[in-house]
Structure formats: structure tokens, C-alpha cells
């Protein structure tokens, strides 16, 4: 080997060994700018893969990780790429956020990006989330969804309320007090519920004679029972100044109404009575007549001439009719008047009781207390559903498992059995091949969709919803 063909060798070893150290600098040393110039260049080509032209109102935010970029360049694979956007429609859903960690990742071969592993989430605002006008969301305590929205009066048509009230007299009123409701399975303390129940309903009774008062009221399951007792008095001044054409006075003694007049021939006479009951009429019935100076019996000449000059009619008064039940029980008399004792227990049908205008009940009786039995709302009613947002296979479900209604929950099942239900299922867009809805958790603001997979070929615009 001569000298001129060792220096070829020479000079193209070292020309090798100088290409050798500049790519081990390259790939180890930092060059200034070079990083930064890649990380724009990867960064456009990932935020073309994620949306279509014209669809997102900003780009997305691409963050590349993993180390250096010159080897993944090279190798043709990324170690860690990281997406953020901000503002999308998802699944129908406006003004949606999606963040993902994309591990690694391969350059786009035909409109087809490969991830090794992918985990993203989906922030839907509450204000976002699709529901009836009025509806607001919330989470709860305990981490469950609430839902603020009202029931209409026409999807309420078939719920049933039983409303138990306890009866009570006051005065000449009978009062109904709301004690409790029966609704959706579940009693509750009528305070609870006074926003539903109301207040107290009253009901003007007859009006009874002084001395007459209404002792009870009861509702039974043929009526409601009213009792009522007392002795009415008829003063004797308030009788009348004439008996069959003779001027008359009264005065009373021993059980006994004597009814003074004067008759021809006889200037004084008495005739002595005794009040008797029959049926709705007061007698007085003659048991002697006093005069010239002594009793005679009825039968006697001289009675039945004083006798004679009246009208037996004129001694019998018909009596105020009184309510079914109640009747003339006796009657004395004294010279404080005429006094009738009256008693008994009317039962009033429950037709004949108040109804609420535009929404009627159906009353009954039990355990002591009335009942009204009302179907349907007269008015829209505020509720809060309380769920635990699932996810099956590519459906959001927010169904409820308790409805709080008039500050109690219910079963939901209860409640839905009785009420037309609003749309709690919402269709998801359906994912990439390998990705899959892993679940959903309730944040302060919204709901967080979480999405993963494993060895997933992303089509160009999948993850905003659709394809280029």
C-alpha cells in the first residue's frame, strides 16, 4: 500500500468518524433552536390530526414530552404528546373542553395516527348540558348530580295525594287541619309539606238557638258525624198576648204553665198545662182549669166551659226543624220560660264538604281523621333529582335514583311510576377504534368524561367529533 492510498483511507475514515461524532451531537447536544423548531413542526401535524379545517374556533394546545425530539424524530415515534382543546362541540354538546396524554405515538400515515396508550377526559359544562328549559345543575355533597327542574302540571296528571286531616269545632265552624300527606309511598308531617297541603279549611255551621252548642265532629266512613247537646229556653214573656180571642198572661210553677184569662161569666180563670213533646211540636196540655176559687178537673162542667172558649190548636207550637239525627229530647218549664232540651249527631254527607276550585278530592275517613284523595297538580312542582352519572358502552345516563320533593326525597321508581319522566339518557360520538368510554365524576362546574385505550388508530378529526 503506498502513501497516496493510505491518505485516501486516512481522509475518508476521518471524513466517517467526523459524520459519526456530528450525529452523536446532534442526537445528544443540544442545538440551539432546533428544539423548539421541532416541537413546532410536530405540534402543527398532531393539531391537524385532531380537528378538521374550520371546526374548532381556536387550534388545540399540543405540548410534545418524552425527552429530545431529534431521536423521536428520527425514530419516527413520540414518546409523550399531550392535547388540549378548549372549546368544541362533543357529542352534541357545545362548549365542551377535551384534554388528552397520547403515549407512543406514530407519524399519521394516511389520515391515521397509532397511540400506544391514550388517556382523556371530556369537561361538559353544567350550563352545556342538555335539559328542559329552567333545569340547573349542581353537585352535591356527596358527589352526586342534582338537577333543579319543575314538574308541569300535564306530566303530573296521574299522581296521587292523600291528605289526612283532623277535625275539630270551633263555635258554629267546623275546621279541618292538615296533619299529614300520603304521596309516592311515603307519609310525611303535613309542616313539611305545607306548600301542598295548605292551610286550614273552615266551615260555617248552622246556627243553633242560645244555650245550644256543638259538642263534636268526627269524619266516619258514612259521613261526617257532628254532635251537638243543650237546653234552648223560651222566656214566658215571649209568648203570645192572646189565646183564642182572649187576652192572656203566663206564670209557671211546679212543672206547671198556667195561662190566666178572663171568659164570660167567670172574670178569672186558670188553665193549668203540661208541656208535652211530640214529634216537632210543643203542646200544653190542660190538666185542670182554677176557678171561683178551686181546681176542676178537665172533665168537670165548669172547665170544659173555659175550656171551650179556646182553640186546642192555639196550644200547640211547631218546633224549628232540626238537622236528621237531632231531636227534642224533653221540655220543662219554670218562670224562667219554656226549656227544651235538644240533642243528638247529624251526619253530613261527605259531598257536601268544600272543594278546592279547580282540583276536587275524593274524601273518606280513617283511623279518626278525614281524608281527601287528590289526583294530579293544579300547578307545575319544583323537584331535585339526585343521580350517580354512569356510562353505558357509548350512553350517558343521568337517570335519578331519588327525586326530593317538598324537602323529602323519594325513590325515584316511586315517583316515576306517576309522572311522565324527561330524557335522562344522551347518546355519546362514538370513539376511535381501541378508545372507550372509562366513566364520568361529578366536578364542582360539570361533568368529567373519561376516555381511554389501548393501541388506537386515530382517524384525522375523530377526537372533535368527526372525520376530514
Given at each position: 500500500?503506498?502513501?497516496?492510498?493510505?491518505?485516501?483511507?486516512?481522509?475518508?475514515?476521518?471524513?466517517?468518524?467526523?459524520?459519526?461524532?456530528?450525529?452523536?451531537?446532534?442526537?445528544?447536544?443540544?442545538?440551539?433552536?432546533?428544539?423548539?423548531?421541532?416541537?413546532?413542526?410536530?405540534?402543527?401535524?398532531?393539531?391537524?390530526?385532531?380537528?378538521?379545517?374550520?371546526?374548532?374556533?381556536?387550534?388545540?394546545?399540543?405540548?410534545?414530552?418524552?425527552?429530545?425530539?431529534?431521536?423521536?424524530?428520527?425514530?419516527?415515534?413520540?414518546?409523550?404528546?399531550?392535547?388540549?382543546?378548549?372549546?368544541?362541540?362533543?357529542?352534541?354538546?357545545?362548549?365542551?373542553?377535551?384534554?388528552?396524554?397520547?403515549?407512543?405515538?406514530?407519524?399519521?400515515?394516511?389520515?391515521?395516527?397509532?397511540?400506544?396508550?391514550?388517556?382523556?377526559?371530556?369537561?361538559?359544562?353544567?350550563?352545556?348540558?342538555?335539559?328542559?328549559?329552567?333545569?340547573?345543575?349542581?353537585?352535591?355533597?356527596?358527589?352526586?348530580?342534582?338537577?333543579?327542574?319543575?314538574?308541569?302540571?300535564?306530566?303530573?296528571?296521574?299522581?296521587?295525594?292523600?291528605?289526612?286531616?283532623?277535625?275539630?269545632?270551633?263555635?258554629?265552624?267546623?275546621?279541618?287541619?292538615?296533619?299529614?300527606?300520603?304521596?309516592?309511598?311515603?307519609?310525611?308531617?303535613?309542616?313539611?309539606?305545607?306548600?301542598?297541603?295548605?292551610?286550614?279549611?273552615?266551615?260555617?255551621?248552622?246556627?243553633?238557638?242560645?244555650?245550644?252548642?256543638?259538642?263534636?265532629?268526627?269524619?266516619?266512613?258514612?259521613?261526617?258525624?257532628?254532635?251537638?247537646?243543650?237546653?234552648?229556653?223560651?222566656?214566658?214573656?215571649?209568648?203570645?198576648?192572646?189565646?183564642?180571642?182572649?187576652?192572656?198572661?203566663?206564670?209557671?210553677?211546679?212543672?206547671?204553665?198556667?195561662?190566666?184569662?178572663?171568659?164570660?161569666?167567670?172574670?178569672?180563670?186558670?188553665?193549668?198545662?203540661?208541656?208535652?213533646?211530640?214529634?216537632?211540636?210543643?203542646?200544653?196540655?190542660?190538666?185542670?182549669?182554677?176557678?171561683?176559687?178551686?181546681?176542676?178537673?178537665?172533665?168537670?162542667?165548669?172547665?170544659?166551659?173555659?175550656?171551650?172558649?179556646?182553640?186546642?190548636?192555639?196550644?200547640?207550637?211547631?218546633?224549628?226543624?232540626?238537622?236528621?239525627?237531632?231531636?227534642?229530647?224533653?221540655?220543662?218549664?219554670?218562670?224562667?220560660?219554656?226549656?227544651?232540651?235538644?240533642?243528638?249527631?247529624?251526619?253530613?254527607?261527605?259531598?257536601?264538604?268544600?272543594?278546592?276550585?279547580?282540583?276536587?278530592?275524593?274524601?273518606?275517613?280513617?283511623?279518626?281523621?278525614?281524608?281527601?284523595?287528590?289526583?294530579?297538580?293544579?300547578?307545575?312542582?319544583?323537584?331535585?333529582?339526585?343521580?350517580?352519572?354512569?356510562?353505558?358502552?357509548?350512553?350517558?345516563?343521568?337517570?335519578?335514583?331519588?327525586?326530593?320533593?317538598?324537602?323529602?326525597?323519594?325513590?325515584?321508581?316511586?315517583?316515576?311510576?306517576?309522572?311522565?319522566?324527561?330524557?335522562?339518557?344522551?347518546?355519546?360520538?362514538?370513539?376511535?377504534?381501541?378508545?372507550?368510554?372509562?366513566?364520568?365524576?361529578?366536578?364542582?362546574?360539570?361533568l368529567l368524561i373519561h376516555v381511554t385505550g389501548r393501541q388506537v388508530?386515530?382517524?384525522?378529526?375523530?377526537?372533535?367529533?368527526?372525520?376530514?
Open positions: 500500500m503506498n502513501d497516496h492510498t493510505r491518505r485516501r483511507l486516512f481522509w475518508s475514515g476521518g471524513v466517517l468518524a467526523f459524520l459519526a461524532v456530528g450525529a452523536a451531537v446532534l442526537l445528544t447536544l443540544p442545538v440551539p433552536g432546533l428544539q423548539g423548531y421541532l416541537a413546532g413542526q410536530v405540534g402543527g401535524t398532531v393539531a391537524d390530526q385532531v380537528a378538521c379545517p374550520g371546526v374548532l374556533p381556536g387550534p388545540p394546545s399540543v405540548t410534545v414530552g418524552g425527552g429530545r425530539l431529534v431521536p423521536q424524530v428520527l425514530r419516527g415515534r413520540f414518546s409523550e404528546i399531550k392535547v388540549a382543546v378548549p372549546d368544541a362541540t362533543l357529542s352534541g354538546v357545545p362548549h365542551a373542553s377535551f384534554a388528552a396524554t397520547m403515549r407512543d405515538v406514530g407519524k399519521p400515515s394516511g389520515g391515521v395516527t397509532h397511540v400506544g396508550s391514550f388517556d382523556g377526559t371530556i369537561k361538559v359544562g353544567f350550563r352545556n348540558l342538555p335539559a328542559p328549559s329552567g333545569t340547573t345543575f349542581a353537585r352535591a355533597g356527596d358527589g352526586s348530580l342534582t338537577a333543579r327542574t319543575v314538574i308541569p302540571v300535564a306530566a303530573s296528571k296521574d299522581v296521587k295525594a292523600e291528605l289526612f286531616l283532623s277535625m275539630r269545632i270551633r263555635g258554629e265552624t267546623a275546621e279541618s287541619v292538615p296533619s299529614r300527606l300520603r304521596i309516592f309511598g311515603r307519609t310525611l308531617p303535613a309542616g313539611q309539606v305545607s306548600d301542598l297541603t295548605g292551610g286550614v279549611r273552615r266551615q260555617q255551621l248552622p246556627h243553633l238557638p242560645a244555650g245550644v252548642t256543638y259538642r263534636s265532629i268526627e269524619p266516619r266512613s258514612d259521613g261526617v258525624h257532628v254532635s251537638l247537646a243543650g237546653v234552648s229556653t223560651t222566656p214566658l214573656s215571649t209568648l203570645p198576648a192572646s189565646v183564642g180571642g182572649h187576652d192572656v198572661t203566663y206564670s209557671a210553677a211546679n212543672g206547671r204553665l198556667n195561662i190566666n184569662t178572663s171568659i164570660v161569666r167567670i172574670p178569672v180563670a186558670t188553665i193549668r198545662t203540661r208541656p208535652v213533646l211530640s214529634g216537632g211540636a210543643l203542646t200544653l196540655q190542660p190538666t185542670a182549669v182554677h176557678a171561683l176559687g178551686s181546681d176542676h178537673a178537665t172533665g168537670d162542667p165548669l172547665a170544659k166551659l173555659v175550656l171551650g172558649q179556646i182553640d186546642r190548636k192555639d196550644l200547640t207550637r211547631t218546633l224549628p226543624v232540626l238537622p236528621r239525627g237531632v231531636t227534642y229530647r224533653s221540655v220543662a218549664v219554670d218562670p224562667a220560660g219554656f226549656h227544651v232540651t235538644i240533642g243528638g249527631t247529624t251526619v253530613k254527607p261527605f259531598s257536601s264538604l268544600p272543594q278546592d276550585a279547580g282540583h276536587p278530592a275524593v274524601f273518606g275517613a280513617r283511623n279518626g281523621l278525614l281524608t281527601a284523595t287528590a289526583t294530579g297538580s293544579g300547578a307545575a312542582t319544583p323537584i331535585v333529582l339526585h343521580s350517580q352519572p354512569v356510562i353505558h358502552g357509548r350512553t350517558l345516563d343521568l337517570a335519578p335514583s331519588e327525586i326530593e320533593m317538598f324537602g323529602t326525597r323519594f325513590p325515584a321508581a316511586d315517583v316515576l311510576s306517576r309522572v311522565k319522566g324527561q330524557q335522562t339518557a344522551y347518546p355519546l360520538q362514538a370513539p376511535a377504534n381501541g378508545l372507550a368510554y372509562a366513566g364520568v365524576s361529578v366536578q364542582a362546574d360539570g388508530d386515530l382517524p384525522r378529526g375523530s377526537l372533535t367529533g368527526g372525520g376530514c
